[in-house]
């Protein structure tokens, strides 16, 4: 964990997770530079959480590092109550968390599940080009017409990250899956794969003489439809942050993605303010056009809302957080954004 503190009185923090390893697109922004970009803009801590990934830190490793270091940012950093009363938290303050791509879908993790009502947690999300959705590039793949330099080391990346398919359909490692169902079924892992971290350790000492099969494409899933889920429910306690995210259409399904998960968190938004019926759940054209006109303006005003509480910047370009002019003008853009919604 990186800290970068603000020497100032403080009720904010901003919690970076970096890009995360072996991506292609473009020359990434060093991360010590681009935690320098936003602390110029915030007048808060910013903390970087250097979470473990690769061939012996696997998936959900990186999730329950982000989680732990979460758990220390508040305990840690967040200033306390002057007064403590039992049922409530002893610490105040306002979080706000950023990421590019496996970082991006980890930040989207921790916004969809800390951000309890009375608590203090996350407010704010800022994601460029985020991984949202692992089950997605099978899918994908098996559409001759697409052309996406990102799909293939994407998918390669996967296999090498997730020892298990049942690890990539976790809603915490595909956050895409809190707001909508999977649209494949998980399929069965290779026999040969170890299932526990003991036995995978050993296979790494022996790998020069054995080698562990990777799934086919034909066996990895079977496509179903996707659905909408009601998340988050009002039982969850939970109270959506404010996103901010930008995509790039270089990169076809990276910027599916974005849109997709924009889509997704605007129509969640418009449920979580909904105190009747129709306010909970994705309404279909006819449903809207058998409302009374205060019912359409009603549903009118709380998609305006969702919109300005879910944003979506897109460029022609890449769209990362990248040592490009335009890749850090969208960095301090984003430090601009993340200052007005903390404050």
């Known amino acids: 964990m990186t800290i970068s503190p603000w020497r100032g009185t403080a009720s904010a923090v901003l919690v970076y997770l970096p890009r995360g390893p072996h991506l292609p697109g473009g020359n990434g922004l060093d991360s010590t530079i681009l935690v ?34 979460y758990d220390w940012i508040k305990e840690h ?47 704010a999300a800022a994601l460029s080009s985020p991984l949202v959705d692992w089950v997605d590039f099978q899918h994908v793949l098996s559409k001759p017409a697409e052309s996406d330099a990102m799909i293939a080391p994407l998918s390669d990346l996967r296999k090498s990250l997730f020892r298990k398919p049942e690890h990539y359909f976790d809603p915490f490692a595909s956050p895409m899956l809190f707001l909508r169902s999977a649209g494949h079924t998980v399929p069965p892992a290779p026999p040969d794969v170890p299932t526990n971290d003991m036995d995978y350790l050993i ?29 988050p429910t009002p039982a969850l306690g939970l109270r959506l942050p404010a996103f901010h995210l930008n995509a790039g259409q270089k990169s076809p399904i990276l910027y599916g993605q974005a849109e997709e998960f924009t889509r997704r968190l605007r129509q969640a938004h418009v449920r979580q303010a909904g105190q009747v019926d129709f306010g909970r759940k994705v309404l279909t054209e006819d ?57």
Do not use: F
């Not at 990934?53 to 998936?59: A, P, S």
């Not at 610490?91 to 950023?98: F, L, P, Q």
């Not at 000492?205 to 009601?230: F, G, H, W, Y």
């Open 287 to 343: 449903e809207i056009d058998e409302m009374n006109e205060s019912d359409k303006q009603e549903v009118a005003q709380r998609e305006m809302e969702a919109r300005e509480k879910v944003e979506l910047d897109v460029s022609h370009d890449s769209g990362l957080w990248d040592d490009s002019v335009a890749g850090k003008a969208r960095v301090a853009k984003v430090g601009q954004w993340l200052r007005k919604v903390l404050q």
């Open 77 to 123: 950093l967040l200033p306390k109550r002057s007064i403590s009363r039992v049922g409530r938290s002893e610490t105040v303050g306002r979080v706000a968390v950023c990421g590019e791509l496996i970082g991006g879908g980890l930040a989207a993790m921790l916004a969809l599940t800390e951000c309890r009502v009375g608590q203090p947690g996350i407010v």
């Open 203 to 231: 296979s790494l000492n022996r790998q020069d003489s054995v080698m562990i099969p990777k799934p086919s494409l034909e066996e990895e899933s079977t496509p179903l439809k996707r659905t909408a889920t009601r998340y």
């Open 36 to 69: 320098q970009l936003l602390a110029q803009k915030l007048p808060c801590h910013v903390v970087q959480i250097n979470y473990r990934l690769g061939n012996l830190h696997m998936y959900p490793a990186p999730v329950h590092d982000v989680l732990k270091g």
